[in-house]
């Protein structure tokens, strides 16, 4: 997953919808990612931790080049 990524959610809040965009990966010096960043069709802003991707994101529906 990377930056420009459309990704599919699962087991989130139906308020956030059903697909976002990826606008930023947030890193620290010592454990490298922390959060994804995402835009939705409903939310300007919504994270979820990095060590939790697997859990929320269902699929990359579209890579980014």
Do not use: N
Request: proline share 8%; with cysteine; net charge positive.
């Amino acid at each position: 997953m990377k930056v420009g990524d459309l990704v599919k959610f699962r087991q989130l809040d139906p308020s956030w919808g059903e697909i976002g965009i990826i606008t930023e990966i947030t890193t620290t010096p010592h454990t490298g990612p922390a959060m994804i960043v995402f835009m939705t069709p409903v939310l300007m802003q919504c994270t979820i931790p990095w060590s939790r991707r697997r859990t929320y994101i269902k699929e990359v529906i579209s890579e980014s080049r």
